[in-house]
């Protein structure tokens, strides 16, 4: 992997110290040989355990081409957007602001791992700043929307970095990174911060740090995982781990990110995805990946959660399957203890019988 990669034990793990723009010891005095064998793993294509590969045709990388101008090499960027020497800002720390950055190429892997190096950053003091970034795998690109400067009832995978807290009920600490897939069927309601359609998430204090900050977010074979490095520690931290999840290939990797009556700087300094090398059966070997829906093995749909006054979960309305359902367990459960009561007189008659 390049020297600015990544290198993993077991897949997830320690980053590497002492290379440039990461903290840590560098080389110190030593042999030509040891430092060939120091630097070997830097500078390979891949990682020690997982043969991860860096596609440079879906990775956002310094230095970048195409600053000061509209455009850049594999990227289009619309709204707020501006390019620097040093990162991709996709809002000021301005109000009523929208701006995203999207691959121009479609990520026709099964497995893949993107990291992200990114910073928010402003003024504003606690709770006034706002409102977030959100990363994106969809179907569609450079479409504006409420979400995060994004598109609603989007087809694929968001992974939202939410730094203020609309629901005042809420019992999260912010900032807060959540995880919701999509069919195009779910709105995100931002004035519950998305709470009725999220998987899972996480509390990520990573706002106005002086120090860099990661996230990473893995794929494979139905399993969706997001870890954080934010403590400058050159380690990652879980924060999401949830498996059923079905993403097609053929979407598209995306950054995007709002402001409203408040603000906060939202910069992109890099985007890299790699290539997992993983072994499939025959039979998913088979599957036509293009064609499969965003879905989550999940026995409840997060729709099935509505608001309730008291700031609580609690089930939906009664649907007539639901009342169906409902019924017919009643049913049943009627029938069960009639025929327990039966058996149970029998046998009474039968015992008083003996004693006449």
Same mark, same amino acid.
């Given at each position: 992997?390049? &020297? ?39 500078? &390979?294509? =891949?990682?020690?355990?997982? %043969? ?17 101008? %509209? %455009? ?22 301005? *109000?009523?602001?929208?701006? +995203? ?18 910073? #928010? ?16 795998? $969809?179907?569609?690109?450079? /479409? ?14 968001? =992974? ?24 195009? +069927?779910?709105?995100?309601?931002? +004035? ?6 999220? @998987? ?16 990473? /977010?893995?794929?494979? *074979? ?7 490095? @934010? ?10 781990? =949830? ?19 408040? %603000? ?25 990946? $293009?064609? =499969? ?12 959660? /509505? ?6 979960? *609690?089930?939906?309305?009664? $649907? ?11 049913? @049943? ?5 009639? #025929? ?10 039968? *015992? ?5």
């Amino acid at each position: 992997m390049a &020297a600015e990669g990544w290198i993993w034990r077991w897949g997830w793990g320690r980053r590497c110290p002492g290379r440039p723009g990461f903290p840590g010891p560098g080389p110190g005095p030593t042999t030509p040989l040891l430092l060939f064998l120091l630097l070997g793993p830097v500078v &390979a294509d =891949i990682t020690d355990g997982n %043969s991860e590969h860096l596609k440079r045709e879906h990775s956002l990388i310094k230095p970048y081409q195409g600053v000061g101008s %509209s %455009s850049m090499p594999l990227w289009d960027f619309q709204g707020s957007t501006i390019l620097t020497s040093q990162y991709v800002r996709l809002t000021p720390d301005e *109000r009523s602001k929208e701006g +995203s950055i999207w691959n121009h190429q479609p990520c026709f892997l099964k497995d893949w791992e993107m990291h992200v190096h990114f910073k #928010v950053h402003g003024s504003g003091k606690k709770n006034l700043h706002g409102d977030g970034i959100a990363l994106w795998y $969809t179907r569609d690109r450079l /479409v504006p929307g409420p979400v995060f400067g994004s598109k609603d009832n989007f087809h694929g995978l968001a =992974i939202f970095l939410d730094t203020y807290p609309n629901d005042e009920t809420t019992e999260r600490v912010f900032p807060y990174i959540s995880v919701m897939v999509n069919n195009g +069927s779910l709105s995100y309601d931002h +004035s519950k911060d998305g709470r009725w359609t999220e @998987l899972a998430g996480c509390t990520a204090d990573f706002r106005n740090r002086d120090h860099d900050t990661f996230l990473a /977010v893995r794929y494979s *074979r139905g399993r969706l995982t997001v870890m954080t490095d @934010l403590e400058d520690k050159n380690e990652w931290k879980n924060c999401i781990d =949830i498996t059923g999840v079905r993403l097609p290939t053929g979407y598209y990797f995306g950054a995007s990110a709002g402001t409203g009556d408040l %603000s906060d700087n939202h910069d992109i300094i890099s985007m890299k995805l790699f290539q997992l090398m993983v072994e499939h059966t025959p039979d998913e070997e088979n599957i036509d990946w $293009t064609k =499969i829906e965003p879905s989550v093995n999940f026995l409840k749909s997060p729709k099935d959660n /509505v608001d309730d006054p008291t700031g609580n979960f *609690r089930s939906g309305p009664l $649907t007539g399957w639901r009342v169906f359902l409902l019924l017919l367990c009643a049913l @049943l459960g009627i029938i069960v203890c009639a #025929v327990v009561g039966a058996v149970v007189f029998q046998k009474r008659q039968e *015992r008083n019988k003996r004693f006449y």
